[in-house]
């Protein structure tokens, strides 16, 4: 047997090696570059009130990834009941906000411009309400009678045309509320109170207090909506794409609620917090009332009427209630400019 010098083996294993190694070099796959996590896009929105039904389709929308999706994350800002959601809007200290066709009219009317880009309910839900047993029975009734109101310049006009148009004289008496309306109510505090249907009247409905009730656009006044999504001129003009994520991922979350109420509702009472929301059964109880009023079936979500946006602000500038900055009354505006279908285009 012929032994090969120690020399030549280690060179042959060398060789061998080499081998072994460029071929392995050969046949590696390259490494996959590091994932890079798109940056999202910051957009913020005042609230009008503290989370509830009207607001489920953002917290759905935020959730379910939907504004993450469109490269934006919105930013809820906490609630203050100290500076409105059309100030913060105005003023560019927020992107977006809740508000309502009456606080758009009367922040344009004091020059401070805002713009409704969606309506979240198609039609007012909102409702004069008393006790069944306050003998009040139409909204005659309520002449001569106390009415608990927040504060706001078009209510008593809103009040006495609904009164007027039901053959009374339109004259009651209004304190301001301190304590919770339907409290008010059942203590006689007051004899009636503006109520929001999905909200106060679920709310006194579970807690066994009968109700009788006057719809507002039932009785005389022109439907409006109630809430809105708001933005102001300089956002409109300078952040156009962004709006339209914005719009685009809300539709979705609202679109949702409209199929899935009760998973809806838990995503609102998740995304609250801690505490705000004990029972839970009532706002599953909001949400299935709201959901299928959030649209018309024949209507995509979002999309605003002129009509909405004509006939009601003509009547609350009618009063002489709504003024600008000076204090002088307002009885005109562009009404075209209050409200914008672009984004859904």
């Keep these: 047997m012929i032994k090969l ?47 509830n039904t009207n607001h489920t389709g953002i917290y ?24 409105s959601s059309e100030i913060l809007v105005s003023t560019n200290k927020a992107d977006v906000g809740v508000s309502y066709t009456e606080g758009v009219v009367t922040s344009v ?36 009678k106390i009415y608990g109101g927040f504060g706001a310049p078009f209510e008593n006009a809103v009040i006495s045309e609904m009164i007027k148009k039901n053959n009374g004289k339109g004259n009651f008496k209004t304190v301001m509320l301190d304590i919770d309306g339907i409290k008010a109510l059942e203590t006689k505090k007051i004899d009636f109170v503006w109520i929001f249907d999905a909200w106060t009247g679920v709310q006194a409905k579970r807690q066994g207090v009968k109700l009788v009730s006057f719809s507002l656009i039932k009785y005389g006044i022109p439907d409006y909506y109630t809430p809105v999504l708001i933005s102001g001129p300089t956002q409109i003009k300078g952040r156009p794409e962004i709006l339209r994520k914005f719009i685009k991922a809300t539709t979705k979350g609202y679109n949702f609620a409209i199929q899935n109420p009760e998973e809806s509702a838990q ?43 004509t006939e009601f602000p003509k009547f609350i500038l009618s009063t002489g209630q709504i003024k600008d900055a000076s204090g002088s009354a307002v009885t005109t505006l562009d009404f075209t400019k209050l409200y914008t279908n672009q984004f859904f285009k």
Excluded: C
């Design 267 to 309: 995503i609102l009472i998740d995304s609250a917090q801690k505490g705000m929301f004990d029972d839970k059964e009532f706002v599953v109880e909001s949400q299935k009332y709201l959901s299928p009023r959030y649209t018309d079936p024949d209507k995509p979500w979002g999309v605003q009427d002129e009509k909405a946006w």
């Design 60 to 83: 759905v929308a935020q959730k379910k990834g939907y504004y993450k999706n469109e490269g934006i994350e919105v930013k809820i800002l906490p609630y203050s009941g100290n500076v």
């Design 109 to 144: 009317a004091s020059g401070n411009p805002v713009v409704s880009i969606a309506t979240i309910i198609r039609h007012n839900t909102s409702s004069l309400a008393a006790t069944e047993n306050s003998g009040i029975k139409t909204p005659k009734d309520l002449d001569g």
């Design 5 to 51: 010098p120690i020399k030549y083996i280690f060179a042959t294993f060398i060789v061998l090696l080499g081998l072994v190694g460029l071929f392995l070099l050969q046949n590696r796959k390259p490494a996959k570059p590091p994932i890079e996590t798109p940056k999202l896009t910051a957009v913020t929105l005042a609230l009008d009130y503290t989370p």
